[in-house]
């Protein structure tokens, strides 16, 4: 059968400002299992150009495929993107199955079934397994009602959901189909040729606004042998740089974190790592980061979210701010990077909350920062927390972490996007930031941070005259659960915990 993968052009701004792109890992790791079973499978990332839906579809069209997937990393923000693309493939040749697959089809299946016709078949969770049973069900006409997993529309036009699939046991049994991508078109970290990867799915901690934790169900991780092994043969065959990790928390396990270090000190390949872990675990492992440096980590984003202890605890992140600093300290003596992330927007902030969050954040002393907005998802437990919030940003494409979405009771946009502004200029461009960006004794340290500076500045300007010349905020708008439905932290759970791992497909039946 012929399958051709699309990840749809996005319109966040980080998509659009850096000159660096980096390949769909999702789109690949369904696309592997896919070629192993026998189909002929392509993928369009629609990222490039950006390509317009039109050329999206001539290109499509083009190819006759007997069955499509869409996804996208981004999938709330993406998703008015994905529908216009399904409609207009819908339109050109309703033959077509379309399938779509992500974050948030699997919590918004009712939904997205129910505003258009356009989408066949919905992925609800992990989907390497569930698209191979899906492939194989056209082939074989057997019923959508037999793949756990998935959401449909009957021959009634009833909309229904299968059971949950089984998160995935053995992580290392689906292989990412590289050979989908030209990895001379991808690049990281200031133009290192670089692909995106995973050595582990979920978290174990219990952050109640987290919207990854509850679609991959359990933390899991791949062998940490094999993994370096993967990481060495893109080196080595495909001129691989630059490895970013899109796990939530990969040093979750420091058993297995350390034997991922052994094994890519092993390898012995020049590859760089970049990706984002908790400052406890960086605490805990200080007796280890020579290894981390060693194995390649260059850069890891902590995720502190805020500074002020009280909004730590509703928003139960664990941690405290002496683990954050010291984190940050170890990590620069042993010439990693730091980024802190801090969150904004909470309702009840004022001047003096940002004014104190500022000074916190001097006081940790980051490498970088990056300055995100409160994003609830209805599938979490804070969904709960705000759901009388008023929603001030109707246009779910600026659902992306990067633009207020949510009214604060004392702060107005105009003085929250400024003070975040001003914030940002005042900690990256502070003496000390300037000096490492200038002297630092590492040179592939010193080339990471000009780099993101330069990226930042552009972002910097681009956000500003978003906001004051493409951005028009609800004045009353509606509450969060009127603007997304009721909550849905009952099944935040989007799969059946791992089992023994099903190795074929007649014994998954």
């Known amino acids: 059968m012929k399958i051709v993968l699309i990840n749809p052009p996005h319109t966040a701004i980080g998509s659009r400002i850096p000159d660096d792109h980096l390949p769909p890992l999702g789109l690949l790791s369904v696309g592997g299992p896919l070629i192993d079973d026998g189909h002929a499978v392509s993928l369009i990332d629609a990222e490039f150009g950006p390509m317009t839906v039109a050329d ?55 939904e997205v079934l129910a505003e258009t016709e356009a989408f066949d078949v919905l992925v609800r969770g ?136 052994e094994a890519m000190v092993a390898e012995n390949v020049p590859v760089q790592i970049v990706g984002s872990t908790r400052a406890d675990d960086i605490v805990r492992d200080a007796d280890i980061l020579h290894l981390y440096r060693k194995a390649g980590i260059v850069r890891w984003l902590l995720g502190m979210e805020n500074t002020d202890e009280a909004t730590l605890a509703l928003i139960k992140k664990g941690g405290a701010k002496t683990t954050d600093r010291e984190a940050i300290r170890l990590l620069r003596r042993h010439d990693i990077l730091s980024m802190a992330t801090w969150v904004v927007g909470f309702e009840e902030e004022k001047l003096s909350d940002l004014w104190r969050g500022f000074r916190q954040l001097l006081s940790y002393d980051p490498d970088q920062i990056q300055a995100l907005y409160v994003t609830p998802h209805r599938w979490t437990p804070f969904f709960r927390i705000a759901r009388e919030r008023q929603v001030i940003e109707a246009d779910i494409r600026k659902w992306d972490y990067k633009h207020q979405v949510l009214k604060m009771r004392y702060l107005n946009p105009i003085v929250l996007v400024a003070c975040v502004k001003l914030i940002e200029v005042a900690v990256q461009a502070r003496p000390k930031a300037l000096l490492r960006i200038l002297f630092h004794r590492d040179p592939e340290q010193r080339h990471s941070m000009r780099w993101y500076t330069q990226m930042g500045r552009r972002v910097w300007f681009h956000e500003i005259l978003e906001f004051l010349f493409r951005r028009r905020h609800l004045k009353e708008g509606p509450t969060l659960e009127t603007f997304w439905g009721a909550p849905q932290d009952a099944e935040e759970e989007s799969m059946l915990r791992p089992q023994r791992h099903v190795k074929s497909l007649d014994a998954a039946e």
């Open 56 to 110: 999206i579809v001539s290109r499509l069209v083009a190819d006759s495929p007997d069955l499509v997937l869409i996804g996208h990393s981004g999938s709330t923000s993406a998703h008015p993107t994905a529908r216009v693309i399904a409609e207009a493939i819908k339109s050109s040749d309703p033959k077509i199955s379309i399938i779509y697959g992500g974050v948030f089809p699997t919590y918004h299946w009712r």
């Open 126 to 261: 992990e989907g390497e397994e569930t698209m191979r049973r899906r492939a194989d069900a056209l082939v074989t006409n057997r019923p959508l009602a037999t793949i756990p997993g998935i959401a449909f529309r009957d021959g009634h036009g009833e909309i229904l959901a299968t059971q949950p699939a089984q998160a995935i046991a053995d992580l290392d049994a689906y292989r990412v189909g590289w050979e989908l991508i030209d990895h001379r078109n991808y690049s990281y970290w200031g133009g290192k040729r670089a692909v995106v990867m995973q050595f582990s799915r979920g978290c174990p901690h219990l952050c109640n606004y987290c919207g990854q934790r509850g679609f991959w169900t359990r933390w899991r991780h791949r062998s940490p042998e094999l993994f370096a092994r993967e990481i060495a043969r893109l080196y080595r065959e495909e001129g691989v740089e630059l490895i970013n990790l899109a796990d939530e928390n990969p040093t979750s396990s420091r058993k297995a974190w350390l034997a991922f270090l």
